[in-house]
T-cell receptor, first 111, second 114 residues
């Protein structure tokens, strides 16, 4: 089955810096790659996703890139703000099936 | 997106008892999923629940311990049976909406077993 590795487990940046979180997946049949943000005590919130027919997707300060050949995808947050502090999870699936999650990255943005 | 509610939001239970968690969605969905999130950990899939068929369980999760019902396209329940302290966790349902694979999560049920 699918296995998703996520790095780093923790990431500390200064406000205004960029943050990059990387994930690799094992199942070449996976074609859907979402990213979730989870604040303390809250549910995971979908912030951006990408499908395997696209190499990059951007939404304001957030972007995701996908390299199907290497089976890895990354989340890029630019101009980080303190409210970006949270745990971020990547996931992979064949669209329409359950998500397999990475172990998460705790992002801390200090002002 | 989707409006998803779960009941109860939290509970404290004694070992050996069972708790049924409800998940309600504001519109019909084909796919519903149940996940467990242990403190400080990632989300682990328990099972996939499709209406009209038996739930499909992931390795390490069995129907006797986590029976699931899916009576219609807007509702599902997960029961945690014969609980032990190791079952203390957050249990989340999710639904597949807005395109294949796009999943939204309910607010979760925080369970503490004493």
């Amino acid at each position: 089955g699918e296995n998703v590795e996520q790095h780093p487990s923790t990431l500390s940046v200064q406000e205004g810096d960029s943050a990059v979180i990387k994930c690799t997946y094992s199942d070449s049949a996976s074609n859907y790659f979402p990213w979730y943000k989870q604040e303390l005590g809250k549910r995971p919130q979908l912030i951006i996703d990408i499908r395997s027919n696209v190499g990059e997707k951007k939404d304001q300060r957030i972007a995701v890139t996908l390299n199907k050949t290497a089976k890895h995808f990354s989340l890029h947050i630019t101009e980080t703000q303190p409210e970006d502090s949270a745990v971020y999870f990547c996931a992979a699936s064949q669209a329409g099936t359950a998500l397999i999650f990475g172990k998460g990255t705790t992002l801390s943005v200090s002002s | 997106s989707a409006v998803i509610s779960q009941k109860p939001s939290r509970d404290i239970c004694q070992r050996g008892t069972s708790l049924t968690i409800q998940c309600q969605v504001d519109s019909q969905v084909t796919m519903m999923f149940w996940y467990r999130q242990q403190p400080g950990q990632s989300l682990t899939l328990i099972a996939t629940a499709n209406q009209g068929s038996e739930a499909t369980y992931e390795s390490g999760f069995v129907i006797d311990k986590f029976p699931i019902s899916r009576p219609n396209l807007t509702f599902s329940t997960l029961t945690v049976s014969n609980m032990s302290p190791e079952d203390s966790s957050i249990y989340l349902c999710s639904v597949d909406r807005d395109g294949p694979g796009t999943q939204y999560f309910g607010p979760g049920t925080r369970l503490l077993v004493l």
